[in-house]
């Protein structure tokens, strides 16, 4: 029914020279504080990604595989980010020409979570894109959480109180 989601990193420019290794956060903290944004959705899946800021702009791409018939929530948690990344949502990897951006965080938003509902269940390819560090070069982290709601499960709860409604 529901198969377990690869997160797949497909590519970044500009990559930094600091180990992953030295970024230290608490993913577990971040991941909770997401997953209880989920609701009515249920937690499918989550990826820690690891955010370097180096001497340019850079950019991290993850691939996210969306089954037809349910619903789903995303949910960034960027509150251990020492600087703002923006959040791109593509229909295409950045490989096809024409792809077309369906979402993009902005700097206005209040907080450091994120939360974006894809219309319709397809693949879909998130970019953080990745300010240049001020100075030395910096590091934090980002987690992404999914969840979703089998829409199938819904219609058929509602087709059963909609003929118990109408033998009453």
């Not at 450091?112 to 219309?119: T, W």
């Amino acid at each position: 029914m529901l198969a377990a989601f690869a997160f797949t990193a497909i590519s970044g420019t500009a990559e930094s020279t600091s180990s992953e290794s030295e970024v230290k956060c608490n993913s577990k903290a971040l991941k909770k504080e997401g997953i209880s944004l989920l609701n009515p959705y249920y937690y499918s899946s989550s990826k820690v990604n690891i955010i370097n800021y180096g001497s340019e702009k850079s950019r991290k791409e993850i691939e996210v595989p969306l089954f037809r018939g349910e619903k789903y929530r995303m949910i960034f948690n960027k509150t251990e980010l020492p600087k703002d990344v923006e959040i791109r949502i593509y229909d295409k990897s950045d490989e096809h020409e024409g792809r077309t951006p369906v979402f993009t965080s902005t700097k206005d938003e209040e907080g450091k979570l994120v939360i974006y509902e894809p219309k319709k269940a397809k693949r879909l390819y998130v970019n953080y894109i990745i300010p240049p560090a001020e100075g030395e070069e910096q590091g934090g982290c980002l987690v992404f959480i999914l969840g979703y709601q089998l829409t199938f499960v819904t219609d058929a709860e509602e087709s059963e109180s909609q003929t118990e409604e109408a033998s009453e």
